[in-house]
Structures are given as C-alpha cells and as structure tokens.
C-alpha cells in the first residue's frame, strides 16, 4: 500500500492535540468514546497530562552536540529511536485497513509496533509489511492451550519481543463507553482468537470463571518457560511488583496504568516511575505509556528512568485522521520535538539525558 503524500494533511495540522482533533470529526461518536474514554471519573486519565505538565526542564547552553543521536539498544536490538507504539486494540474502528496501515506508518518513522491481541488483522499480515520486527502484546487467555499456540505463531511470525499485559484481567468500568452503548461493529473481530475456547457468560465478578482463570504470577513462570523471545510485564505500577518480576528474570518492565482505562484513581505512570526505577535498580529496562503527547514529554519520562516510551491514543488519531501517512506523521512530529528538547537541554544522546534534565529535580 503506497503512502499518500503529508500534502493530504491541512497545514495547520502540526502537534498530536491538533491531530486529535482532527480524528474526532471523522470517529463515529461510540468508537470515538472508546478510543478517548477511561474507567470511572477519569481521574487517572487526567492525571496521566497533568502530571507531564508539571514538570519542568532545565535547558543548558553552549554544549557540544555534534553527533547527535536517539538510538537505543533494548533487548538485544538497536533502534532508531526511543518511541514504540503501544499495543491497541482494533484498528479497524478507525480506518478500513486497520493494523496494516498503522504497521506502514510506523516502518515509515523506524518505529517498533506493539500489536495488540485483539488486532482486527492476522498477525503474520502485520509483521510481514514491518521493517522493525514488532513486538506482540498477549493477553494470557482463560483457554491456556490457546495462548500456547498463540506464542508459537507470534514467534513464527518473526516478532521480536512478547508484551504481557497483567493489569486487565478484566474490563476496568469505562462509564465514558458504556454511556455511549459502545458496540464492536459487524466485520470486526478479534481475528488472531479466532478458534479459542470462550468462557461462558456470567453474571457479576466475584465466583467468576473470570477470575478463577485470571494468570498468576506462576502463569506468568509458564509461559515464559514456552518461548525464547524476551517476556516484558505492561502494567505494572507497584515498586515491590516491580522488584518482583525483575528477580523473577522478566526481560522488561512497561510502567502503565493502561491509559487510565482500568482502575480509577490510580497514579500517573509518570509519577511512580522514579521509584519504580529505583527499585529495579537497573536490573531491567523500563518502558513507561500514558499521557505522552509531546516530545518535552518523552524527555521527561527518559530523565526519570525510562529507557523508551510507549504511545497510545496519539498513534489511533493519526490512523483515524489520515490512515498510514497520518500515524507516520503524529511519530515524526513527536520525534522531532524530542530531537529538539534534547538539543536545547544540551542531551545529544540517550544516554546523557539524566534526572538534571528535569528543573529542581
Ligand atoms: C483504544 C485503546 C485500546 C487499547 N487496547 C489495548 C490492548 O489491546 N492491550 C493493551 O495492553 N493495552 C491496550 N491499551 C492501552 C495502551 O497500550 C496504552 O497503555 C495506553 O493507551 C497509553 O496511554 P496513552 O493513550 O495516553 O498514550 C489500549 C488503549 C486504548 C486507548
Ligand atoms: C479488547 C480490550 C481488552 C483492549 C484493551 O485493553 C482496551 O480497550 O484498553
């Protein structure tokens, strides 16, 4: 599929708000609550910008940048650039190529896509047009037979990383979606679960099958013991979790609070990174999501123990806006602006951004 030209896009068009802007005139109402909606009051949703907003940076003159640069190594690999896509689910709500065209604008921008269990398109489809091996984001499924030959063709289909989302064992009450009747429409499916064992529909929460089945930490043991590809936690905002899953030998951690879409009034994954980035004490390399909406953003979450950063919404703007050209364009222009803050707080690589970025840290 070739990548329509930027010209497509209006001029006015230059930071991710005005991206989302410009999605919500072309979201049907109802996906429109999913995709922005999160649980309850939205108090962690909100919490997840303001606590971007207030932190501050230190800027630092008449530093040598020659050189410059924003790779990484992580997990074996190197890669352009710290901005990975978070895994979300069903494209296809918001545009009718769905992954395939999120897959094309991300390879644009070298950037590594986190593909989402509930992709409404066959996971070999998507990695086969990628130019960075993604990475799959796997939720271990009540049927565990499944999720075995799940691994299996996630490893067959040359991704390079497994994400294992342990804050979701079940919805968080997005009363945003619920008040809006959000339905999955007709034609969009689930498709890489296409063949599993469901389980039966029940009524409440406590007694469940739901909770019966949901993955402990000795789950978590088994499955890693099925696949050579690294296993990385998404969702973990405890620091004694977090010292956990490092001495368990999990390869990565992704501090999330899933875009303020499980439990209310849970923190800013902002806000509990510098203590969960003590307690890891570098055993493992973090990746945090949340609230990233400009380049400024991304510096501060590096500064404070990151070693790269997901993004979410943002990415679902660009598709939603202008398919694969726009999801190329929200991570170039989120690039740029790190590019730029890294340069005026005189940081000319990944490794030279510290806690000092940060004013009175
Ligand atoms: C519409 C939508 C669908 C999502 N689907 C998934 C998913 O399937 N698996 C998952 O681990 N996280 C999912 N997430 C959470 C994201 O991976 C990520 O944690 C969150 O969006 C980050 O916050 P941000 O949107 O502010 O960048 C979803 C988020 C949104 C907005
Ligand atoms: C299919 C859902 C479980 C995807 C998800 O994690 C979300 O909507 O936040």
């Excluded at 497994?162 to 804050?167: A, E, F, H, I």
Aim: with cysteine; aromatic share 6%; proline share 7%.
């Amino acid at each position: 599929m070739p990548l329509p030209p930027l010209s497509t896009i209006p001029p006015e068009v230059v930071s991710l708000d005005d991206y989302e802007a410009l999605a919500r005139e072309r979201v049907e109402e109802s996906a429109w609550a999913y995709l922005s909606g999160g649980a309850g009051d939205e108090l962690t949703l909100r919490e997840n910008r303001v606590a971007f907003e207030r932190l501050k940076l230190s800027p630092r003159i008449l530093r040598d940048l020659s050189g410059a640069n924003t790779r990484l190594e992580l997990f074996g690999r190197s890669y352009a650039h710290p901005i990975f896509v978070a895994p979300t689910a069903f494209h296809r709500l918001f545009h009718p190529e769905g992954e395939r065209a999120t897959v094309l604008g991300a390879s644009v921008m070298e950037a590594c896509l986190t593909v989402s269990t509930s992709a409404g398109v066959p996971l070999e489809e998507i990695s086969t047009s990628a130019t960075v091996p993604p990475w799959f984001q796997l939720y271990v499924q009540a049927d565990r037979g499944f999720t075995a030959e799940l691994v299996k063709r996630v490893e067959a289909a040359g991704y390079a990383a497994l994400v294992v989302t342990v804050d979701a064992p079940l919805h968080g009450l997005r009363n945003r979606e619920q008040r809006a009747c959000f339905r999955l429409p007709p034609g969009i499916e689930a498709v890489n679960l296409r063949g599993m064992k469901s389980l039966p529909p029940a009524e409440g929460v406590f007694g469940t099958p739901l909770l019966e089945t949901a993955p402990t930490w000795k789950d978590l043991a088994w499955l890693r013991s099925l696949t050579t590809l690294p296993v990385i936690l998404k969702g973990v905002l405890d620091p004694e979790d977090a010292r956990i899953a490092a001495a368990e030998g999990f390869a990565g951690i992704v501090v999330s609070n899933h875009g303020g879409r499980t439990l209310d009034t849970v923190p800013a994954a902002i806000e509990v990174l510098p203590q969960i980035a003590e307690a890891v004490a570098g055993q493992v390399p973090l990746l945090m999501d949340g609230g990233i909406r400009r380049g400024t953003d991304v510096l501060k979450a590096l500064a404070l123990g990151a070693d790269a950063v997901m993004v979410g919404r943002p990415v679902l703007h660009g598709l939603a806006a202008a398919g694969a050209t726009g999801v190329a364009h929200v991570l170039k222009i989120l690039r740029t602006e790190l590019e730029i803050a890294m340069a005026l707080t005189g940081r000319p690589t990944l490794s030279s951004v510290d806690r000092t970025v940060i004013a009175n840290p």
